[in-house]
């Protein structure tokens, strides 16, 4: 993979572990609301959308519905106060600063919105490592490539330049639609045989593994 010049992120459950925060709040919205409560593994699934598309799909409601919206509302409201730990895994900032510093450019494509995006990236310190970054309000939600389309744009790349990397099989379902390389990492909400369903180029079970892919 040495002709790659962009490395491309997903942000919860691949860089920050924020899945036990997320579940917890979608929990929280979920019993707020009077809606029954999803189980963790449900709410693996809709992990890396839009909320606008997650949320509806998790309660098996219509896209900008009151009850959709209203869980929506109550989600953010708990993103903000909800106090699960949601660091770095280990090695993630090391891997960033190591691969920025060998001249691979970096850039993060997310279901967050970029409120939350820009939330994250000043609280890690990480902002000046990424030279483009795409919310979810920004394009439309995963698996829609639209995200990944607009930063090959902007930096004035073809997908062959670029790689994926990414917990879920949203991330590589978005990949696979422009034909552009992708990684799996098992860390996050899919495991390694859901992850293999879209022909990734590789899937690692670390860091360190992951590092020595393009390093």
């Known amino acids: 993979m040495k002709a790659i010049r962009l490395a491309i992120f997903d942000w919860d459950g691949t860089l920050m572990d924020s ?41 098996d409601l219509e896209q900008g519905s009151e009850r959709a919206a209203a869980l929506i509302a109550r989600y953010r409201h708990h993103y903000l106060h909800d106090d699960t730990p949601s660091p770095l895994f280990a090695g993630a900032s090391e891997l960033l600063h190591r691969w920025h510093a060998e001249g691979i ?26 030279t483009a970054t795409r919310g979810a309000d920004e394009a439309n939600s995963k698996p829609d490539p639209l995200m990944l389309v607009q930063i090959l744009d902007e930096l ?30 098992t860390w996050g909400v899919h495991d390694r045989s859901r992850l293999a369903e879209h022909d990734p180029v590789a899937i690692v079970d670390s860091m360190d593994e992951l590092k020595q892919l393009l390093s």
């Open 19 to 59: 899945v036990g925060r997320i579940v917890a709040c979608v929990q929280g919205a979920a019993r707020d609301c009077g809606e029954r409560i999803p189980s963790a593994q449900e709410t693996h699934q809709i992990i890396g959308l839009s909320l606008e598309v997650g949320i509806p799909l998790l309660f």
């Open 105 to 130: 450019a970096l850039a993060v494509a997310t279901g967050k919105s970029r409120r939350g995006l820009d939330r994250v990236l000043d609280e890690t310190g990480l902002r000046p490592l990424f």
């Open 156 to 185: 004035g790349l073809t997908p062959e330049q670029a790689v994926m990397i990414g917990d879920s099989i949203h991330d590589m379902a978005m990949a696979e639609a422009l034909a552009m390389p992708r990684i799996g990492v």
